[in-house]
C-alpha cells in the first residue's frame, strides 16, 4: 500500500427508528459514511432475508456503515460472472459466509435496523470506499497473500480486492494497517466466524485460507 485510506470528507448523521413493538433495542452508531447508488435489485422477500443474514451474522451491528459494508460485498458478488448471480446464491455457498447464516435465528434488538439497511442495499445503497470488493475477514487477523488490497475497516471487518500480478506491478497493493489506523474499530465483543473466502480453513485459526498466486 502507498498511504492511508484517507476518512471520508462527509459524514451523514442518521437517526434509527426504533421498532414501536420494543422498550429497549441494541442502538447502532449513527455516524456513517456518505453512500453510493447503485441500481435497485428486484428480488424476493426471501432475497431480502438471505441479504439481512448475511450483513447480521457477517458483521458486529455495531454501525449502519458495518451493515452496508457487507451488503455491498454481497451485491458485488452477485454481479459477478464467478458466483451466483441470485443473493441467496450468493449467501448460501459453501464456506463463504458464517456457518449457519441462512438457517440460524436473528436473535437481536437491532434486527427491524439491520432489515432497514438490508432494504436500502437492495434499492441501491452502496459503501463508497467498498467499491468493487468481493472479500473482507476479521479485522486484525493476518495472512501471507500478496494479492489482498485492502480498500476499507468497517464493523470489525477489514475489505479488501484481490489483485493480480500483473496489476500489482503498477499499482502496490495497501496493506490493512494502512486503513486500520485510520478507522476506529467497534469495541464490541468480535465476531469469530470468518467463512468469505476462498479455499478450506486453516486448522490452526478456523480462518478460511485463500487462493495465493
Same mark, same amino acid.
Given at each position: 500500500?502507498?498511504?492511508?485510506?484517507?476518512?471520508?470528507?462527509?459524514?451523514?448523521?442518521?437517526?434509527?427508528?426504533?421498532?414501536?413493538?420494543?422498550? %429497549?433495542?441494541?442502538?447502532?452508531?449513527?455516524?456513517?459514511?456518505?453512500?453510493?447508488?447503485?441500481?435497485?435489485?428486484?428480488?424476493?422477500?426471501?432475497?431480502?432475508?438471505?441479504?439481512?443474514?448475511?450483513?447480521?451474522?457477517?458483521?458486529?451491528?455495531?454501525?449502519?456503515?458495518?451493515?452496508?459494508?457487507?451488503?455491498?460485498?454481497?451485491?458485488?458478488?452477485?454481479?459477478?460472472?464467478?458466483?451466483?448471480? %441470485?443473493?441467496?446464491?450468493?449467501?448460501?455457498?459453501?464456506?463463504?459466509?458464517?456457518?449457519?447464516?441462512?438457517?440460524?435465528?436473528?436473535?437481536?434488538?437491532?434486527?427491524?435496523?439491520?432489515?432497514?439497511?438490508?432494504?436500502?442495499?437492495?434499492?441501491?445503497?452502496?459503501?463508497?470506499?467498498?467499491?468493487?470488493?468481493?472479500?473482507?475477514? %476479521?479485522?486484525?487477523?493476518?495472512?501471507?497473500?500478496?494479492?489482498?488490497?485492502?480498500?476499507?475497516?468497517?464493523?470489525?471487518?477489514?475489505?479488501?480486492?484481490?489483485?493480480?500480478?500483473?496489476?500489482?506491478?503498477?499499482?502496490?497493493?495497501?496493506?490493512? %494497517?494502512?486503513?486500520?489506523?485510520?478507522?476506529?474499530?467497534?469495541?464490541?465483543?468480535?465476531?469469530?466466524?470468518?467463512?468469505?473466502?476462498?479455499?478450506?480453513?486453516?486448522?490452526?485459526?478456523?480462518?478460511?485460507?485463500?487462493?495465493?498466486?
Amino acid at each position: 500500500m502507498s498511504s492511508p485510506l484517507p476518512i471520508a470528507a462527509a459524514t451523514l448523521v442518521l437517526s434509527l427508528a426504533v421498532s414501536a413493538c420494543t422498550s %429497549t433495542t441494541e442502538v447502532l452508531d449513527d455516524v456513517v459514511t456518505s453512500s453510493v447508488r447503485s441500481a435497485a435489485y428486484s428480488g424476493s422477500s426471501k432475497e431480502r432475508d438471505c441479504l439481512a443474514r448475511a450483513m447480521f451474522f457477517e458483521s458486529l451491528r455495531s454501525s449502519r456503515e458495518g451493515l452496508v459494508a457487507v451488503g455491498t460485498v454481497v451485491m458485488n458478488r452477485v454481479k459477478a460472472p464467478e458466483y451466483p448471480d %441470485t443473493v441467496c446464491g450468493v449467501v448460501g455457498q459453501k464456506n463463504q459466509f458464517a456457518p449457519g447464516v441462512l438457517s440460524r435465528p436473528m436473535n437481536s434488538k437491532a434486527l427491524p435496523d439491520v432489515m432497514a439497511a438490508a432494504d436500502a442495499v437492495l434499492k441501491g445503497e452502496r459503501h463508497p470506499k467498498i467499491g468493487n470488493a468481493k472479500f473482507f475477514h %476479521t479485522a486484525g487477523l493476518k495472512f501471507p497473500y500478496k494479492n489482498m488490497h485492502y480498500v476499507h475497516v468497517a464493523g470489525g471487518n477489514a475489505f479488501y480486492e484481490k489483485r493480480s500480478r500483473a496489476r500489482r506491478a503498477t499499482e502496490p497493493v495497501r496493506q490493512q %494497517t494502512e486503513i486500520a489506523s485510520t478507522v476506529p474499530l467497534p469495541q464490541s465483543k468480535p465476531v469469530l466466524e470468518v467463512a468469505n473466502t476462498d479455499g478450506v480453513a486453516d486448522p490452526d485459526t478456523g480462518v478460511l485460507a485463500f487462493d495465493a498466486e
